[in-house]
């Protein structure tokens, strides 16, 4: 039973992150990475536009103040790591603004992105 609902939470993860990835298309985003993985951790979606950089936390639960919760501090450190790796992986892209934001997807209503969602500190160089 426990196989069947990691299935059922990976299929709504993959669907969320989906639906989140077009919303930034429709906005202009271009997305670069979609769940980037490294030893630090995972980034559902890394989009850019402009000079803005944008590592996307996507969250999927029944209401967007449970998504909005759902990102601990401990996961926005393990957001804060992964992003490093990935600039790393690809320096010519830090030279961007890099911003944290989060999508939030509930059913039966378009993600909201909340651009910006959270401040970690440390400016593009320190990661």
Not at 100 to 105: H, I, P, S, T
Request: proline share 5%.
């Amino acid at each position: 039973m426990r196989k069947t609902n990691r299935k059922r939470a990976e299929r709504a993860g993959r669907w969320a992150e989906t639906l989140a990835a077009a919303s930034l298309t429709l906005r202009g985003w271009r997305i670069l990475a979609r769940r980037f993985r490294c030893p630090a951790g995972e980034l559902d979606l890394v989009a850019k536009r402009g000079n803005v950089l944008a590592i996307v936390e996507v969250k999927a639960r029944r209401t967007h103040d449970a998504a909005a919760w759902a990102v601990t501090p401990a996961s926005r450190l393990r957001l804060r790591r992964a992003a490093s790796a990935y600039l790393a992986r690809n320096p010519d892209l830090a030279r961007l603004a890099l911003r944290f934001d989060a999508m939030l997807v509930t059913p039966w209503s378009w993600p909201r992105h909340l651009a910006g969602a959270w401040d970690d500190g440390a400016a593009p160089g320190d990661l």
